[in-house]
């Protein structure tokens, strides 16, 4: 990481009680947060597509391609030596943060 790492986890990883409790946090809100999922994909019933899920699937690959262009255009603007302060060209020119709203 450019900016050396966080400072938060570099303050605990030397102190093995700190370190224990920060990675069992870590490691249940992981799991929390994935519990939903888990509960959705171990069901046996796989009902068929309807029209609201190609929608839904349509509307995150779209999600993915606008947060792609935009890093793309960042990226780019960045190699040319940040001109003018901040990025204004593409999808940079609607919107300050347009990969968050991909």
Known sequence: HER???ARF????DKFG??????????????LVS????????SAISP????????LLASFGLGVVI????DVQKALWVRAGR?????TTGLW???????YFG
């Open 10 to 13: 570099n303050g605990v990883i």
């Open 83 to 87: 001109q003018g302060g901040f990025c």
């Open 93 to 99: 020119s609607y919107s300050r943060h347009p990969n």
């Open 35 to 42: 519990l939903p999922m888990l509960f959705i994909n171990s």
């Open 48 to 55: 068929p597509l309807a029209p609201r899920d190609v929608l």
């Open 67 to 70: 947060q792609l262009l935009a």
């Open 4 to 6: 050396g790492g966080d």
């Open 18 to 31: 700190q370190f224990l409790i920060f990675w069992t946090a870590q490691g249940m809100w992981v799991m």
